[in-house]
């Protein structure tokens, strides 16, 4: 009766092995993906595909053996361990992340899949329990095992978290769901950007029409549309771009050195900065403070600037000429986006062509430094100096990170740079979203979004609830799953 139950639980595992490993066979490609997007096990996601896989067959080859069975049982044992505990981390570590098992176990939930292994485990342990007579050897033997497997799952657990967040091998941790139930609204021009919100209500400006405000609610129905005025206007305006703060609206254009300020729902507004020096990429910190971008006097490299209103008349400007470290010009090699978190009160600058970003306070002291995932820590750019000593770029620059939203401690970042194991056809068809926790400097998630054209994706924005896009004409609204 106990060699029937040995042969029977054998021959179960050899099912078992073989389907798994044949299912897997089928679809390698998919379940490498899958393996990938663990956050368990990224960092060894190629390896562990072969290893496991190879595993299966040997096992099952094993106990297809009357003189190996009983070393089959103990590996297939560990392997059933070494399972189990994984489920077990999935469950109450991380995220939901895809089945990696293949055929029909896909389908069952985790906490029927831990059941399953816990069971699957257990009938090993009692077909061992019955194979092996030298009762000191399974008692060892089966505690040895038990203890190894864990170990092993454990410390491949840490040392990939370890690899992913501190090594950087550039592997994207995949969610799913993070936003969804999109809403479309056909805005009908393709020149919109976001300019602010105020609590259920979306500001957009419009690079065609640079002092046009349109303003659209939560419930995707526009509100009204307002023509903001400014003084000044036999000023040649090139760069105009509206920022709310709530209902406190700035207009600026660096090109001619002015920065207005207004409150709805009163369209005029009053000069607060003129004539300061050229800037680039205003951004408001508060009711009084503004950073930007500027040239060092006498020198061509970019710096962060700060423009404090004192009162009316006084208007104090500070410039950090160490925040933005050259590598190669000063100018290009440095370019970059400010964001700004209503929520921290930080500021963040993403650079463009290179993995950094720098968190600093409204008073443009320097806070923290932090990397985005992908592994171009050099920019990538040419330029060359014309003989009247303008720089210009000498060839197309590899652009790493697009744009960034700053939200509730959170950094958006939509990055131009392929991960390991992602699918052309992703990178085709959607835009890539990396989520980064900036005070930690730690990568959190990645999420893909959908997009018909990716050259036609423009502007996102971030709220408590939402998250929007503007894409060619269109306003999409997307409601968030994850925060």
């Given amino acids: 009766m106990k060699a029937k139950y040995v042969l029977i639980i054998s021959y179960f595992y050899i099912l078992l092995f073989v389907y798994a490993a044949i299912s897997k066979l089928i679809t390698f ?3 490498q993906v899958q393996l990938t997007q663990s956050p368990l096990l990224s960092a060894y996601a190629s390896t562990i595909a072969y290893l496991v896989l190879g595993a299966e067959l040997l096992f099952a080859l094993l106990l297809c053996i009357n003189t190996t069975r009983l070393l089959g049982l103990y590996l297939s044992y560990g392997l059933m361990v070494a399972f189990t505990l994984y489920i077990y981390l999935i469950l109450n570590y991380s995220d939901f992340i895809p089945c990696s098992c293949g055929g029909i176990l896909e389908k069952m939930g985790w906490n029927e899949h831990l059941c399953f292994n816990i069971i699957v485990s257990l009938l090993a342990l009692v077909a061992l329990f019955f194979q092996d007579q030298k009762r000191k050897r399974f008692y060892l033997g089966s505690i040895v095992t038990t203890i190894a497997s864990s170990l092993l799952v454990i410390l491949l657990f840490l040392s990939s978290e370890h690899i992913i967040k501190k090594e950087n091998p550039f592997i994207r941790r995949y969610l799913p769901h993070v936003i969804d139930y999109p809403k479309v609204k056909d805005l009908g021009f393709n020149s919109f950007y976001f300019a602010g919100v105020n609590a259920d209500t979306i500001y957009l400006g419009n690079t065609t029409a640079p ?5 659209i609610t939560e419930d995707m129905q526009f509100q009204y549309e307002k023509i903001i005025e400014i003084p000044q206007m036999n000023l040649n305006y090139t760069d105009i771009k509206l920022q709310f703060l709530d209902s406190l609206f700035f207009v600026s254009d660096g090109t001619v050195s002015r920065v207005f300020k207004g409150m709805l729902p009163d369209v005029k507004t009053k000069v607060i900065i003129e004539d300061k020096g050229k800037f680039t990429k205003a951004k408001a910190l508060s009711n009084n403070k503004i950073a930007f971008i500027g040239q060092l006097v006498g020198s061509n490299q970019s710096v962060l600037g700060l423009f404090e209103i004192v009162n009316d008349s006084i208007i104090q400007t500070k410039v950090n000429s160490d925040f933005l470290e050259k590598q190669i010009d000063g100018v290009f090699d440095v370019d ?26 409204s008073d443009l002291s ?4 932090g990397n985005t995932i992908d592994t171009i820590s050099k920019a990538q750019v040419k330029v060359t100096q ?5 720089v210009k770029m000498s060839s197309p620059s590899n652009l790493v990170n697009s744009k960034q939203f ?5 950094l958006f970042n939509h990055s131009k740079v392929k991960g390991k194991k992602e699918s052309k056809s992703l990178w085709d068809e959607s835009i890539v979203i990396d989520v980064y926790d900036y005070q930690s400097a730690i990568y959190r998630y990645s999420f893909s979004i959908p997009i018909k054209d990716k050259k036609l994706f423009r502007d996102f924005w971030v709220t408590d609830q939402y ?6 004409k269109e306003f999409i609204q997307y409601r968030r799953m994850r925060k």
């Avoid at 650079?351 to 950094?356: F, G, P, S, V």
């Avoid at 014309?386 to 303008?390: I, V």
């Avoid at 700053?406 to 959170?410: I, L, P, T």
């Avoid at 998250?467 to 060619?472: K, S, T, W």
Wanted: charged residues 20%; aromatic residues 18%.
């Fill in 211 to 215: 002092l046009l405000l349109t303003s």
């Fill in 29 to 31: 490609e998919a379940f």
């Fill in 386 to 390: 014309l003989k009247d000593g303008t």
């Fill in 467 to 472: 998250f929007y896009i503007l894409a060619d």
């Fill in 336 to 361: 970059g986006n400010l964001s700004f978190d209503t929520k921290t009160s930080l500021g963040i600058y993403t650079y463009n062509y290179r993995n950094e970003f720098l968190v600093f306070d």
């Fill in 406 to 410: 700053a939200y509730n401690g959170d």
């Fill in 366 to 369: 320097l806070i923290s430094r």
